[in-house]
């Protein structure tokens, strides 16, 4: 039995804190159908009217695609950069793979600012305009440590045997990947490549300097959030929260049958 | 030109960790393997013998030395080129395809365009699934087998491609005691119907010996001896191969006659032993006296060359085997005796008589 | 003599041997040089540029070259860059204590506690929603909570224990700590359960079979298994807090300014490319050191199961 230790105690604190974590979004959600002028109390009746005047909002409609856009770019880039990455780190031996290693995993432990900042003057002296692309590009390379990472874990954990089969009846490099290496990484690659969207339609750091004309949806959300003149941002706050829950559900529930329940994925 | 595969000074060696020096995991591999035949390298773990497979198969690079294929140096030829097929301890069978995919595929990569058609892989694959009897498994999945079943399909995969050289990296580790003893007897038909070269690699002695043309005793990345299962066994050249297989039990004795027609050696309590064997050691040298269970019987005292002390008795099921001090502390030997003799008591004077033809020594001092 | 026919089934007649070497050298290459080549354009030659522009000065909203190192001095020595670093840090490993420390219970309860597979899947869903929750909701539900007419405040008049609103709650080093900590405390459940996973059930039933107690257990057994992974998610979580710019702006006031506002300050309107520059390769330098350090403190500390 792996239990130990006094089980009220722990569930009562473990409880508590479950509370704490949930708290503040409950309240989001509550103020989002009130029926007032300003975020906070008093709370008068409940209203849709906030949700009604976001769902109008074409500034935040656009935005949304914008991010949807840029998400789908970064996945796409994490996946044709980092893929090779993984593999390369963990097949081959090669002089400076440790600096390589460190520069990959950089992103994680930056503020998203300074990588921001990094990019923005190569940009700038490279007199390119800065616009969803330029999102894009910085956004991937911070998040292409998500998916070296993970590729690289799992091919760890595939071992040689089978690729090493494989050559061993006569296969060449791109017939190993085929036949061998993909079909394994399958489940790893996907998980990375939805954590990659998720994070790239939050990320608000990197994305702070390198954004042009167009807005992705934390910029937008952002500018709301400054003014905090209507509870219009409850209303959005609540939708994000649920979209959110649906996916994660959603996810969870596919990649579950692959078992990645306790796997604690950060 | 030789033919076959030759080993000339294999060595490997794995970089430590942190930049300390690393082990010498191969470490002067010489050995003549010739076609058609059924080679077995035998040795605990870490002794080098899968090492030295995977550098045959290309997968590791020597640190020096080389190997060469019917005269030619084929130390740096790439894995996908040397057609000897592997069969791996894990199976290695490709979980996204099935049973009749994964045999096929050694078929229908690139550098095999051209040669089959469709319905001749087809049928090919349904000859070689009959041969190692999973005909009709053809379309499942690996996670639905068995591991015997496995291990025949890898077997099957192996195979098809009709290599010249087969590499087996202990394929039977895995399987339980009497599927072991299936396989093995299905291997050495297989052997035999396709006249191939099995390189075999097992810590199984009671399999090397069944199975084997030759066994290439290893231990500590060398080859301790090389021949024929019957002189590994009944003429080992070292003390390692005599104490590694079958039961056998070095007494420290030295040389009190030589000659053409055998020898006497004379035990630390004075006893004395004869011995067909004229093994050239010169008067007076120190050697270990190998006396294996199966050749020593017990008698009444008086009526055997030995003396001593029975000690322990194991009931084996095929044999008893007694555990006697020898007299005046010169050693303790192991002694098999059937089931149905009268059994000695514990503690009683024993006499051991010693056959003269399997009675052996090997080299020095311990 | 390398000329050779390869016999057997399957070779094409009159094959010449091919280098292993050669080819396993090809193939290396073809893996790393994509990756490498996006690294060396999009990390090495901005970080380069940086160095170029830190080593210049800003003389009235231009950018003048130069080959000095004074930014660098000022960074560790004027203010208020070099306070404004210490805060951060201190804000940073606040945060990243702080979120362990409430994370305990609730990852020990996932791991440990759970009686079924089911529970466990459910429980564990439920700490990953606040954890994809966006980020910016999560930092503008404590600014709405902790405001003068936020329900903190509301739930202290309504209880009577204050008259008028408490406005220490906002605005200050305090609700940015706080905001951060709930930000992260997912973050830290979700790691510290990977950790004490790690530990085997037969580990802890032989422990009880001997006679340990539960405390003993968690001391000598769960701890010194799950610390080192701890402290790499703590590192991370510590990274992430100090280099946040968004919850100093929402909840934080004007004495908790933290180092990647000041960063966005310098780019906007104070114009001073050349200092922003050299902080950025400060805190880079300052990232690659703190991978190393936890690279090798993990190393050192982690129990190989």
Known sequence: MRAFGNRPFVISLASAVLLFLYAPLIVIVIFSFNDSDYTGLPFNGVTLRWYAELLSDSKILGSIWNSVYVGLGVVVLSVTFGLPAAIALERYEFPGKGLFRRIVMLPIVLPGIITGVALLSFYLTLHLRLSLHTIMLGQGTALMCITITEVFARLQQMGKSQSEAAVNLGANEWEVFRHVTLPGIKSSLFGAMLIAFSISFDEIAVTFLLTGRENTLPMTLWSLLRREVTPEVNAASTLIIAVSVILIVIGMYASRGKGAAGNGAH | MTTGIELRDLRKKYDGHGGGAGAWAVDGVDMQIGRGQFVTLLGPSGCGKTTTLRMIAGFETPSSGEILRDGVDITDQPVTDREMRMVFQDFALFPNMSVAENVAFGLKTRRMKGRFDAAQIRRKVGEYLDLVRLGSHADKRPHQLSGGQKQRVALARALITDPEVVLFDEPLGSLDAHLRKVMQVELIRLHRELGKTFIYVTHDQDEAMAMSDAIAVMNAGKVQQFGTPREIYDRPTSRYVAGFIGHAHIVEATVADSGSSGMVVRLANGETVRLADPANVAKGASVGLMLRAEDLSLARPGEGELHGEVADSLYRGEYVEYVVELKGGAGTVHVHEPTDLEPFAHGAAVALKVNPQKAHVVGGAA | ?305
């Open chain 3, 1 to 305: 003599m390398t000329q050779a026919t390869l016999t057997g089934a399957g070779a094409a007649p009159g094959l010449v041997l091919r280098s292993a070497r050669r080819i396993e050298r090809r193939r290396m290459l073809m893996w790393l040089i994509p990756p490498i080549a996006w690294f060396t354009v999009f990390m090495l030659v901005p970080y380069g540029l940086l160095f170029y522009y830190s080593l210049g000065h800003a003389e009235d909203m231009r950018f003048v070259p130069g080959l000095s190192l004074a930014n660098f001095v000022k960074v560790f020595t004027a203010e208020p860059y070099l306070g404004v670093i210490l805060k951060s840090a201190r804000i940073g490993l606040m945060t990243a204590v702080f979120s362990a420390i409430i994370a305990w219970p609730l990852a020990f309860a996932l791991a440990f506690h759970t009686r079924s597979a089911a529970t466990k899947f459910a429980i564990y869903l439920m700490v990953i929603v606040p954890w994809w929750a966006s980020y910016l909701v999560k930092a503008y539900a404590w600014k709405t909570i902790l405001g003068t007419n936020g329900i903190l405040n509301a739930t202290l008049q309504g209880l009577g224990l204050t008259n008028e609103p408490v406005r220490l709650f906002l605005y200050n080093e305090f609700s940015v700590v706080l905001t951060l900590t709930y930000i992260f405390t997912p973050f830290a459940v979700l790691s510290i359960y990977a950790q004490l996973e790690r530990v085997p059930t037969s580990m802890i039933e032989a422990a009880k079979n001997l006679g340990a107690g539960g405390w003993e257990i968690f001391r000598r057994i769960v701890l010194p298994i799950s610390i080192p992974g701890v402290i790499a998610g703590g590192v991370i979580t510590f990274s992430l807090a100090f280099g946040d710019f968004v919850a100093p702006v929402l909840v934080g006031g004007s004495d908790s300014l933290m180092i990647s506002n000041i960063v966005i300050n310098l780019l906007g309107v104070a114009f001073d490319w050349p200092m922003a520059a050299a902080i950025g390769l400060v805190i880079i330098t300052l990232g690659l050191g703190l991978i190393s350090l936890t690279g090798w403190l993990e190393e050192k500390t982690q129990v190989r199961l």
